[in-house]
């Protein structure tokens, strides 16, 4: 069965560095997203693209943080500069697109953890 | 905005019993979708069961079923003969018609007894 994979399964990294968290969605997916939960909380949206670019954002999503879709399978989130408060688990999610096919399958997870 | 709620952070029963977890939610909408997420301690999310508003039957997938009451706004998760394989955390999530994104409650740390 086809599924979402997300790498690394684990990052660690200092506070001020950039990260790079990379999704590879379900091939004939056509919306993508990204979520967050920090440790304890409840998963928050990011940030939803499709058609090469963002058609949503949450306050989250400030100016640290860039989507991309840079070749026909990767979809990676981006943070410029982490702080602290960015440790969290991150999921990428991806949907079909089609009317009837509102299910979005997330993969594994990302756990980053700033220091 | 929509906001979804689940009221009861933990729960606990013993193998085989029957539980059930509640969710309501908040929206204008009219057409729109329910989700019950399971996030076990690998902390992936995996996908329970799913209700479309529109449809009046509720949704069922093998053990699990939902009780949509729309009017009320409410979307509870029965899950029978639980197995131990169930102890997770449930969360229940709202996604409006079309490309939107899911809006997630605080979840339910269930745990299943042996």
């Known amino acids: 069965e086809p599924e979402v994979t997300q790498t690394p399964s684990h990052q660690v990294t200092q506070m001020g560095q950039e990260v790079i968290l990379r999704c590879v969605p379900i091939?004939?997916?056509?919306?993508f997203y990204w979520y967050r939960q920090i440790l304890g909380q409840k998963v928050e949206f990011l940030v939803s693209?499709?058609?090469?670019?963002?058609?949503?954002k949450s306050e989250i999503f400030d100016d640290q943080f860039s989507v991309e879709r840079p070749d026909g399978s990767n979809f990676t989130l981006k943070i410029r500069s982490t702080k602290l408060e960015d440790s969290a688990m991150y999921f990428c999610?991806?949907?079909?697109?089609?009317?009837?096919?509102?299910?979005?399958?997330f993969g594994p997870g990302t756990r980053l953890l700033v220091l | 905005a929509q906001t979804v709620t689940q009221s009861q952070p933990e729960m606990s029963v013993q193998e085989a019993e029957t539980v059930t977890l509640s969710c309501t939610y908040d929206?204008?909408?009219?057409?729109?979708?329910l989700f019950w997420y399971k996030q076990p301690p690998s902390r992936q999310m995996i996908l329970v069961i799913r209700?479309?508003?529109?449809?009046?039957q509720n949704a069922t997938e093998n053990r699990f079923s939902v009780n949509f009451q729309k009017a009320a706004k409410s979307f509870s998760l029965k899950i029978s003969d639980s197995q131990l394989g169930d102890t997770a955390m449930y969360f229940c999530?709202?996604?409006?018609?079309?490309?939107?994104?899911?809006?997630f409650g605080q979840g339910t740390r269930l745990t299943i007894n042996p």
């Open positions: 209700q479309e508003a529109y449809k009046q």
């Open positions: 693209f499709y058609n090469n670019e963002i058609s949503e």
């Open positions: 091939s004939n997916h056509l919306y």
């Open positions: 999530a709202f996604m409006k018609h079309g490309p939107q994104k899911l809006v």
């Open positions: 999610a991806s949907r079909a697109g089609s009317d009837y096919q509102e299910t979005q399958y």
């Open positions: 929206t204008s909408e009219n057409n729109y979708y």
